[in-house]
């Protein structure tokens, strides 16, 4: 197996996380957004992430491969013990596990954190196109993350709609006195 090592981003990272981002903005309908983000505005998402979060990048054979990170799942204080899950790897290194690992080094993570809920939003076609299939959902089932809702047509890419999906994952205890999270420190 290649050299591989998951770290935490650094924002020297920038120009090689934007190369595989822009793949999916440009050519796919896994993102809704239209615009692959400057260099800057890229750096200042990393920047307000990791101020909170876990922000991981997979590194093999010397080159990131891809990466993975949490946000927040909505700014109110209830829900300070959830978050949305995003990963992205490079377009041509799927099958290899990348996804898995990332998956798991953010999951223990954000457990140390004191995050109970993890929650995917996806991208979900009606049948699966050139643009976009039900992959994702597949990954995060093999994962152990259910399917808890769908919002019908609510994304329009490359003149057409798409669904889009919510799942989740449970990954601690709902306490009636919970402990507040902590912040993730890199």
Avoid at 69 to 77: C, D, G, I, L, N
Avoid at 114 to 140: M, Q, R, V
Avoid at 165 to 170: A, D, P, T
């Amino acid at each position: 197996m290649n050299d591989i090592l998951i770290r935490d981003v650094s924002l020297n990272d920038t120009e090689a996380l934007l190369d595989i981002y822009s793949y999916y903005v440009e050519k796919t309908a896994i993102t809704f957004e239209y615009v692959t983000p400057s260099t800057e505005e890229f750096k200042d998402r990393i920047t307000a992430i990791t101020k909170r979060y876990p922000y991981l990048v997979l590194v093999a054979d010397g080159k990131i491969r891809g990466y993975a990170y949490a946000s927040a799942f909505h700014p109110r204080k209830a829900y300070e013990w959830c978050v949305e899950m995003t990963i992205y790897l490079d377009h041509d290194q799927h099958g290899k596990g990348y996804g898995r690992m990332l998956y798991e080094a953010l999951e223990k993570a954000l457990k140390e954190m004191g995050i109970i809920n993890l929650y995917a939003c996806i991208g979900y076609p009606e049948t699966d196109d050139e643009y976009l299939t039900k992959n994702s959902e597949s990954f995060h089932a093999h994962l152990g993350y259910e399917r808890i809702g769908t919002f019908h047509n609510c994304g329009y890419k490359f003149g057409r709609w798409y669904h889009m999906i919510w799942m989740e994952k449970i990954i601690g205890e709902h306490k009636n006195h919970q402990l507040p999270i902590k912040n993730y420190k890199s």
